[in-house]
């Protein structure tokens, strides 16, 4: 896979499809840009299409720091800048939408759109915070092994996890988590220390879609609506029966929430 160097890290990407316009893909923690590929195939007879990992995940580059929510900001403003891709369609689930979201109010000019996937605005809660505090040192000293059990619910939704149909896709990413180096601590420190970007929502004026799974847990569906009511003209789309990780539980239904959503801002821009 190329490489960027963005902020001083070299980010890892895929890039796939040769439309005008860009659409750039940021993951979720403790996953990689693999975990859009359905959404990737889906858009690239289209669109330039552009996944990338970020510091630290995937194939990125890890690094001593930076691992806090404004510095993988500013990565991602490089990374768009250095692919020649602005303005871009940018979709961001989860940590890949805590960046996308500083991203549209602060560098407006950047972005075509923003699509929120499984995302939040505020501040992990005080008693999730602790929680997550102390698995993020049973990472730290033992790995993730230990952890599976309890991440599983965090991850993904009941209906995917208990689907048999489905169990080898379960299994697929199971597996990648358990292979996570220890080192993904930073990261996850990263996330979960991050504050709240409420206050800039009013900042955000490109057309916006926020799609949530109605059994998320990490971040329910209480977020994505709040999202929804401050970003001006967002619009919310439910995703039954998924839960956080919704790229990879409803892969079609969001491949095609995304591509209706992209046809109707080019739509407004071309009627501008």
Same mark, same amino acid.
């Given at each position: ?7 001083? %890290?070299?980010? /890892? ?13 940021? =993951? ?20 330039? +299409? ?18 806090? &929510? ?56 005080? &008693? ?30 009941? /209906? ?13 990413? %199971?597996? =990648?988590?358990? /292979?996570?180096?220890?080192? %993904? ?6 996330? !979960? ?16 879609? +926020? ?15 709040? &999202?929804?009511?401050? %970003? ?15 790229? !990879? ?13 992209? +046809? ?9």
């Amino acid at each position: 896979m190329p490489t960027a160097t963005a902020n001083g %890290i070299d980010l /890892s990407y895929v890039e796939s499809g040769k439309g005008r316009q860009t659409v750039v893909f940021a =993951h979720g923690l403790l996953f990689d840009q693999h975990m859009f590929e359905a959404q990737r195939h889906a858009l690239e007879d289209r669109y330039r +299409v552009i996944a990338y990992d970020h510091r630290g995940q995937g194939a990125s580059a890890p690094a001593a720091g930076g691992y806090d &929510l404004d510095t993988l900001t500013e990565d991602a403003v490089d990374l768009l800048r250095g692919t020649q891709c602005v303005p871009c369609h940018f979709v961001g689930l989860s940590m890949g939408g805590f960046v996308a979201l500083r991203l549209a109010a602060r560098y407006p000019e950047l972005l075509r759109s923003l699509t929120l996937l499984s995302t939040s605005a505020s501040a992990e809660p005080l &008693l999730r915070r602790i929680r997550y505090r102390m698995m993020q040192a049973v990472f730290g000293l033992f790995g993730p092994a230990p952890l599976i059990g309890s991440l599983l619910p965090v991850m993904f939704g009941p /209906s995917f996890r208990t689907d048999p149909a489905r169990r080898a896709e379960l299994e697929r990413w %199971i597996h =990648h988590v358990q /292979s996570l180096p220890r080192r %993904i601590v930073g990261p996850v420190g990263g996330v !979960i220390g991050r504050a709240s970007v409420r206050a800039e929502l009013k900042y955000i004026r490109c057309p916006t879609l +926020v799609l949530v799974g109605d059994e998320d847990r990490t971040t329910p569906p209480e977020e994505a609506e709040l &999202l929804a009511r401050e %970003i001006h003209g967002a619009r919310l789309v439910r995703l039954p029966r998924c839960g956080h990780n919704s790229a !990879i539980e409803a892969p079609e239904a969001v491949a095609r929430a995304i591509g209706e959503f992209l +046809v109707g801002v080019d739509a407004l821009e071309a009627a501008a």
